[in-house]
C-alpha cells in the first residue's frame, strides 16, 4: 500500500486527474474514455482514482460542472468588457456552439450526456435556477449600457437552448443544408430577443 497523500498533495492530484480526464474526454468521448489509461497518464494506482472519484461518471460529472461554471464566469466577463450588444452576443454564442459541437466530445450530441446538456437542456431545478440567474445577470449588465433584451429570462434560456439544439445535430443532414437552416433559426431566434440591430 501506497503512503497518503497529505491534503495539499490530494488537492494538486485531483486537479491534475480532472484535467488530464477533460483532455480525454474532449479527444475521445464518454463511452472511449479508459479510467486505466487515465491512471497510467497521471501516474496513479486504479485504486488511488477511486479515492477520488466513484467512477469515471462522477468525474465526468464533475469535469462538466467546472466547465459550466468557467464558460459562465468567461461570458459575463466577456459582456462587462467588450462592447457587443446582445444581437451580436447571441449569433456569437451560436457559432461557437456549432463549432464546439464538431470538435470537442464534451459537446458531442452523440455522447449521453454532454457539455450542451449541462449548460442548457438539464432541466434540475438547481440547473435552471443557476441558468436563470446567469440569463438575468447578462440582462442586468446590458441594461446598464441602456440595451433592454426582448422576452422573460425564461424565454432568452429556451432560445439558447434551440441553439444548443440545433448546433449539436449537425450530423444528421448535408452539411449545406444545415447551414443554411441553422442561420435562418438563429436569425429567427435572436430576432425575437435583440431586435434586428443592436443599439
Request: include cysteine; hydrophobic fraction near 35%.
Amino acid at each position: 500500500m501506497g503512503r497518503a497523500y497529505t491534503e495539499e498533495e490530494r488537492e494538486k492530484l485531483k486537479i491534475r486527474i480532472k484535467q488530464l480526464g477533460k483532455e480525454m474526454f474532449e479527444k475521445e468521448g464518454f463511452k472511449n474514455f479508459r479510467i486505466q489509461k487515465l491512471t497510467k497518464e497521471s501516474g496513479i494506482s486504479l485504486g488511488g482514482f477511486y479515492t477520488f472519484f466513484e467512477n469515471k461518471e462522477s468525474l465526468y460529472r464533475e469535469i462538466l460542472n467546472d466547465e459550466k461554471n468557467r464558460i459562465r464566469a468567461k461570458i459575463i466577463d466577456w459582456v462587462k468588457k467588450c462592447h457587443i450588444g446582445p444581437r451580436d452576443f447571441f449569433i456569437e454564442i451560436a457559432d461557437k456552439f456549432q463549432e464546439k459541437a464538431r470538435e470537442n466530445k464534451l459537446y458531442e450530441a452523440r455522447e449521453s450526456y454532454n457539455l450542451v446538456d449541462e449548460v442548457l437542456l438539464d432541466t434540475e431545478d438547481t440547473n435552471k435556477r443557476e441558468n436563470l440567474a446567469f440569463i438575468q445577470k447578462l440582462r442586468e449588465i446590458w441594461e446598464e449600457k441602456g440595451i433592454y433584451l426582448n422576452g422573460s429570462n425564461e424565454e432568452i434560456y429556451g432560445i439558447l437552448a434551440l441553439f444548443g439544439v440545433v448546433a449539436m445535430k449537425w450530423y444528421v443532414m448535408d452539411e449545406s443544408v444545415f447551414e443554411k437552416l441553422y442561420v435562418e433559426v438563429c436569425d429567427n431566434l435572436i430576432g425575437k430577443i435583440a431586435g434586428t440591430a443592436d443599439s
